[in-house]
């Protein structure tokens, strides 16, 4: 169980993503989206998530264990070829709910000084 | 002036989910966790069968918002993984996604989308706002 103090914990990744146009193309054919001029509005989940991974783990929680429960995504503007996202993550809350654990993770990530977009996971570590 | 109305059904959409498109997620996305591509690991934890990734099935709901204005246009998007999409060998599993417009905010519109595998309902509380003009 993770203790209630790493509420506020925030992880900024060392290294920023560079999007290629390859990547989003990639992203795009697996999902069958004919249109790969931007990313897709979940392509982002590709950086967060282990961002997540590294957060999480770092603070004791088994991944082995995570079940996804909810995902939400704040898009400003679409990410694009060329972008270099650096992503940070922020524990914002942690809490028991029938013997399940359940962590929400916000994830901001920034090319420059620009929030490009900015994701909420909610993430069920079963008992 | 968008042409939406609160309430307007927007037409559904299907999509196929199966054992070789989970592998290109995979690879596409980086999430190799085994549970979406080995029927023995997927068993072994107490699974039913392999499973769609959640966001592979979000990411199909996403086309479908994408599809209204474009991938640029979806402002946001939210769901809750309400029940795994399980995915037998050999088989395409059909998801139905469906949307309706539940606001108008200005030059966008807010959707309920709904996203069906038979009758079970897979994505909860999903949302997403389109800028539509």
């Known amino acids: 169980m993770l203790s209630p103090d790493i509420v506020g914990r925030t992880f900024v990744g060392a290294n920023s993503f560079p999007v290629t146009q390859e990547s989003i193309t990639e992203f795009c054919r697996a999902i069958g989206e004919p249109d790969f001029s931007v990313a897709p509005p979940t392509f982002s989940i590709k950086i967060t998530l282990a961002e997540s991974e590294t957060l999480l783990k770092d603070s004791g929680l088994d991944w082995n264990r995570v079940v996804h429960g909810e995902q939400r995504f704040e898009i400003n503007r679409p990410i694009i070829a060329g972008d270099s996202l650096r992503c940070s993550s922020t524990i914002e809350g942690a809490r028991m709910v029938a013997g399940n654990e359940i962590v929400s993770v916000r994830s901001d990530l920034h090319h420059e000084s620009e929030l490009v977009a900015s994701s909420w996971s909610t993430l069920v570590v079963r008992a | ?133």
């Open chain 2, 1 to 133: 002036m968008s042409n939406y109305l609160v309430g307007q059904e927007l037409p559904p959409q299907s999509f196929t989910i199966n054992r070789e498109l989970l592998i290109g997620y995979a690879n596409a996305s980086g999430d190799q966790n085994p549970i979406h591509q080995d029927e023995a690991f997927a068993k072994s934890v107490g699974l039913e069968n392999v499973i769609a990734h959640g966001m592979f099935t979000m990411a199909l709901a996403g086309r479908y918002a994408s599809a209204i204005a474009g991938s640029s246009a979806v402002k946001e998007f939210s769901a809750r993984f309400l029940k795994p999409v399980v995915v037998p060998a050999g088989v395409d599993v059909e998801l139905i996604v469906s949307g309706k417009v539940v606001e108008i905010l200005g030059s966008a519109i807010k959707l309920e989308i709904t996203a069906m595998c038979g009758d079970i309902k897979v994505l909860g509380m999903s949302k997403a706002v389109v800028e539509v003009k």
